[in-house]
Every structure is written in structure tokens, then in C-alpha cells.
């Protein structure tokens, strides 16, 4: 089924959506992911063409998962499609179930924190209470830390971080701490804000 064939078997109702003729309530939805991404393409270090990619991905209670997506990538290198309308219209998909289903989205996280303390995301493990993100073994205090936004991700760096942890890095191969944005977007930068002061978005 193509991309476009997928995208019009979603339609809104009154009070929800449907997909290829399935009914579903806004309460359904469990989590979205949002993603934009252009590839610039290039022969001999000189820039050809450039393609854009969206998807989007709809998180279900019953555990399934609705995937909408366009790619204006061609079969041929350098001959792409021009599919600017349909990303946009994507887009603005996203942007209405993102409105309709915020709240159930943040009850979930906001649930945690009330029965456990904590909750995880992206990666991380996140204590309102102590004022700490965990990733994996570390614990960075967010007072002693500095966050730097990327595409998709938040990279967490100690304010007293050196040349030695640069070094030490690059030795053991590892990723730098961070954890990943793309999903629940507007509900991660929420609680960032509400509950550790940090103001990372837009």
C-alpha cells in the first residue's frame, strides 16, 4: 500500500478517528511520535538534490501501532519527488491529535511521579524530588548541569565538564549522556519545564 493510499484511510470523526475502517476514540491513543528530516545528497562533496522525510506514529492502548509517512527520496539518486503538500498536511495531522490527546499523554507520566516518584523517558530516569536525570550509571543534578538541544535528542553535560571526561569519552567509545525527544515531544518539554525549571523548547 502506498504512502498516500495509508495516509487517506485516516479520517477524523466526532469524537476520534478512524483508520482503515477501524473506529477509534482519542482516548486510545497512548503515545505519538513526530519526526522531520531532510537528506541533502551529494556526489564528489557537491550538494545534488535534497529530499525531506516525515513520519508520524501512533501509539495505541491495545499495543499497535499506526504508521503514516512520506519520503520524497526517488528511486534514483538525485531525482526526487516533490512531496512538500502531503508533509505538511502530515504535520498539521500530527498537531490536531497532539491537541485532542495531551492530557491523556501526560497522565501517564504524571501518574508515575505520584506512586513512584519518578518516571522514565527517552532513556533516562527522571526524580523531580532530588532534582536528577539517571543515564544508565550516572547521575547528573539538573542545578550541575548543562542541556544541549539537538535534533531529537537533549545532550547532558556537567557545567564542570573537561577536557579529561572529553578524553575519557572518546576512549571508551561511548555516547554522550543524553536522552532521545522524539516521542511525546510537547509532553517531555512540558514536564522539563513544570517540574525541573528547564525551558529547552521553542
Known amino acids: 500500500m502506498s504512502e498516500m493510499s ?5 479520517n477524523f470523526s466526532s469524537d476520534g478517528f478512524s483508520y482503515k475502517n477501524v473506529e477509534y476514540s482519542f482516548d486510545d491513543i497512548r503515545s505519538l511520535l513526530f519526526h522531520k528530516s531532510r537528506t541533502t545528497q551529494r556526489m564528489n562533496f557537491v550538494k545534488v ?3 525531506d522525510e516525515a513520519i508520524l506514529l501512533v501509539g495505541l ?11 520524497e527520496t526517488g528511486v534514483f539518486f538525485g531525482f526526487n519527488r516533490d512531496r512538500y503538500n ?3 498536511s502530515l504535520e498539521q495531522l500530527y498537531l490536531v491529535l497532539a491537541e485532542k490527546t495531551f492530557a491523556k ?17 527517552g532513556g533516562c530516569t527522571f526524580s523531580p524530588q532530588d532534582q536528577t536525570i539517571k543515564y544508565k550509571k550516572k547521575t547528573f543534578q539538573v542545578k550541575n548541569t548543562r542541556f544541549l538541544r539537538g535534533p531529537g535528542y537533549v545532550l547532558l553535560k556537567s557545567k564542570d565538564y573537561g577536557i579529561f571526561d572529553k578524553i575519557k569519552q572518546e576512549v571508551t567509545l561511548g555516547s554522550p549522556p543524553q536522552f532521545t525527544t522524539i516521542m511525546d515531544t510537547d509532553v517531555i518539554y512540558t ?11 521553542d
Not at 492502548?61 to 519520503?71: A, T
Not at 497522565?107 to 522514565?120: L, P, R, V
Open 6 to 10: 495509508k495516509f487517506k484511510k485516516f
Open 49 to 51: 538534490a535534497s529530499a
Open 61 to 71: 492502548e491495545n499495543d499497535k501501532l499506526i504508521k503514516l509517512s512520506f519520503d
Open 86 to 88: 502531503e508533509i505538511e
Open 105 to 121: 499523554r501526560m497522565a501517564i507520566y504524571t501518574d508515575k511521579i505520584e506512586t513512584k516518584g519518578f518516571f522514565k523517558y
Open 191 to 201: 514536564l522539563l519545564e513544570h517540574y525541573f525549571g528547564l525551558r529547552l523548547k
